[in-house]
């Protein structure tokens, strides 16, 4: 019963960052609407204190989200790679994609503005039409 008071303290704590992360991009109103469309989801809350891959998966890329939301993507990427080697290999899938929509900016220089921005574009078409067909 500790572990899962735990695995659950730790759902809310990764949840309140990506809450502040939107909070500090968007607008405080746009974060009440997240807060309100993610615990209207009784799944989320079902297994947010269940030990399952899913779970500690779900803590990681919380993570990883409020990472990227404040501008950080190296370390977003990093923690995607170490939750894909530790809990859920699925998430190599957003791993690729998040690493094709940053690339641009990660490896290249700024001498070659225009073909970062086509390539980031093109690595954003593709990863809409890669969420368009899972859905």
Known sequence: II????LGASFFVSLSAVVHAVAA?????????????????FH????????????????FCNAALALRLRGNH????????????????ELSILLFFTIMVDLPSLVMSS???QAALTFKL??????????????
């Open 3 to 6: 572990a899962r008071l735990v």
């Open 25 to 41: 991009k968007f607008s405080r109103a746009v974060a009440v609407c997240f807060v309100i469309v993610s615990l209207a989801q």
């Open 111 to 113: 001498t070659s503005t």
């Open 44 to 59: 989320v809350l079902f297994y947010a204190s269940r030990t399952l891959p899913n779970t500690f998966a779900l803590l």
């Open 122 to 135: 093109l690595a954003q078409e593709f990863f809409t039409c890669a969420l368009q067909c899972v859905a």
């Open 74 to 89: 190296r370390a977003s990427i990093l923690v995607l790679s170490a939750a894909t080697a530790l809990v859920r290999s």
